[in-house]
Each structure stands twice: as structure tokens, then as C-alpha cells.
């Protein structure tokens, strides 16, 4: 807590000048981000230090595993949903973003299971939701023995799992059929800070500098 209270005081001190008008004009005209960014809540993966965004340009979601469930998923498990009918209808954002990342702890759990004595039913029903992404790897990935790029091989299926369950939201497909919304599957190396995006063409994810530059 003295970390974060110092930074606290910090901020304040250095860093909210530059940010003073911006905050005010945020605080008088309210938000307008243009993208909701979903991503983990690893402590590692931060959406608007990788993106060098501002206050008030990014809607961010963070949950374990950067998990989207289907429309249909309801109860304590499905909060996220809230946030894209928000971000989607209330705030019409222009894009969303899901974000994976390597050596997902998430992940691993998804793959291995949980921890033998330590019940966290909680844990394992989130989880769960994301189960075809393990019988994708049981099929699909069979040949791959390293247990780190099971893990990523894991986290780039979960993003494009998340993009499918996306389309279930009647808002979000709505405004995908008239072109006001669009989607993208990311996915962030933690050692290196490269971002890679899914080229649908290229059924695989590449460097978001060579993706942008075929567009």
C-alpha cells in the first residue's frame, strides 16, 4: 500500500499537469472511447501502457484469461458481458480488441487443471467456459510436447474462441453486419512486448506492424 499511495502522491506532483485540460474535458463532456479492449487481468499485461493510449480512449476489461462467454452464459459468471452491451451500445465503440498473452497462468490452469487441494470453485466454473479451446488443442495440437507453447498455442485459440462468442451478442452483431463494429484478435509476447495479430488470410497470427502494413 505505501507503493501504491506514493505513486499516488506522485502522479499529482509529476505526471497530471500535462493531463489537467484532458481530464477536465473528459470530466465535463464524459468518455468516448473508440475501442473496447478485452484483455487478462495478469498484472503483466497493461492495454494502455502497450498501446501508449490516453485517459479516455481505451474501455478496458480485464478477467482471468481473457475469457468472452457466450451471450447465453448468465449469472455471476458472465459480468463481462455487461461491459460489452455497454461498450457496445451505450458507448458505440468502433472496435474491440481481445487480447491474449504468453505464459498465461490462466492458461495453464485451462490445460493442467487447478492446483490438487485448493478448492476455488469459482476458479474452475470461469474456466470452464473456455473448454473448447482444450479439445481444440487435444485435436490440433497433439504434436506440440513443450509445455510453454501448448500454453501460447492455447492462448492464441482462446482469443479467437473469445471472437466467436463475440457474435453471439445480437448488439455486437448487429453492428459487425453493418459495418459500424469490428473485431481483432491480439495477442502479446510478455518477453519481447511484440503484439501479434490474426491474419485470417494467413490462418495465423503475425507481427501487428506487418499486418498493418498489408492493409
Known amino acids: 500500500m505505501e507503493k501504491l499511495i506514493a505513486g499516488v502522491h506522485r502522479f499529482r506532483a509529476a505526471e497530471f499537469g500535462p493531463y489537467r485540460e484532458l481530464f477536465r474535458r473528459l470530466s465535463r463532456e464524459g468518455q468516448n472511447p473508440h475501442t473496447l479492449f478485452i484483455t487478462c487481468s495478469d498484472s503483466r499485461v497493461l492495454a494502455e501502457l502497450i498501446t501508449q493510449s ?76 473456455a473448454a473448447p479451446v482444450r479439445h481444440v488443442l487435444q485435436k490440433e495440437y497433439s504434436h506440440l510436447l513443450d509445455p510453454e507453447a501448448r500454453v501460447t498455442a492455447a492462448g492464441e485459440e482462446n482469443v479467437l474462441f473469445a471472437l466467436e462468442n463475440l457474435q453471439t451478442y445480437p448488439t455486437v452483431k448487429a453492428r459487425l453486419e453493418d459495418g459500424s463494429l469490428h473485431l481483432h484478435a491480439w495477442f502479446f509476447k510478455i518477453a519481447t512486448a511484440e503484439l501479434f495479430n490474426y491474419d485470417p488470410v494467413e490462418k495465423q497470427f503475425v507481427s501487428l506492424k506487418k499486418s498493418v502494413a498489408a492493409e
Open 54 to 129: 490516453k485517459p479516455g480512449d481505451l474501455f478496458v476489461v480485464k478477467n482471468l484469461g481473457n475469457i468472452v462467454p457466450r451471450a447465453d452464459v448468465t449469472g455471476s459468471t458472465n459480468s463481462t458481458a455487461a461491459a460489452i452491451e455497454f461498450a457496445v451500445q451505450t458507448l458505440q465503440v468502433n472496435d474491440i480488441v481481445v487480447c491474449g498473452h504468453s505464459q498465461c497462468g490462466a492458461m495453464s490452469a485451462l490445460l493442467g487443471g487447478l492446483p490438487a487441494g485448493e478448492p476455488m470453485p469459482h476458479l474452475s466454473a470461469w474456466l470452464e467456459l
